[in-house]
Structure formats: structure tokens, C-alpha cells
């Protein structure tokens, strides 16, 4: 009944070359490294991230707020002047 492949979702199943593969593993592994190694560092990170991400979006957030608002009295008071 329900056909739940990479196509559904509009995803493309990607084709890489050996290097690719190759080069992102050996990312991976430094990654992985970092986290094993020095793990307060990388949560310290994460936290800033998040915090960043919690500001950005709030701001955003309030800029759509006013902006919805000031178009809501705009359309009123361009209904009130075609009464």
C-alpha cells in the first residue's frame, strides 16, 4: 500500500567515486577522533550552536510577527477606506 523509497521523497540516490568515499571516511575518523578525545569541548560547542540557533530563530521569529502584523492593519486600513 504505502511505497516508501529514496524516490518519494524526492531523494536521488547519489553516486560517488572511490575518492569521495575515501575522503570522507578519513573526515569521519578525524571527527570521531575529536569526540572521543576531548568530549567537554565538543558539548561546549554543541551548546553554542544551539544557543546560536535559538537566537537566530527567535529573531527571525519576532521579524515575522511584526511584519504579519503591520500587513494585517495595512489590509484593515484599506478596508476601512473603500467603505
Known sequence: MFNFTPFSFGLRPQRHSWWYRLIRGILLIGVA????????IVLIVF???????????????????V?????????????????
Open 33 to 40: 577522533t575529536i569526540l572521543i578525545m576531548w568530549p567537554q
Open 47 to 65: 551548546a553554542y550552536m544551539i544557543a546560536f540557533f535559538a537566537f537566530l530563530k527567535g529573531c527571525l521569529d519576532v521579524l515575522a510577527a
Open 67 to 83: 511584519r504579519q502584523k503591520s500587513q494585517q492593519n495595512f489590509k484593515e486600513w484599506r478596508n476601512k477606506d473603500e467603505e
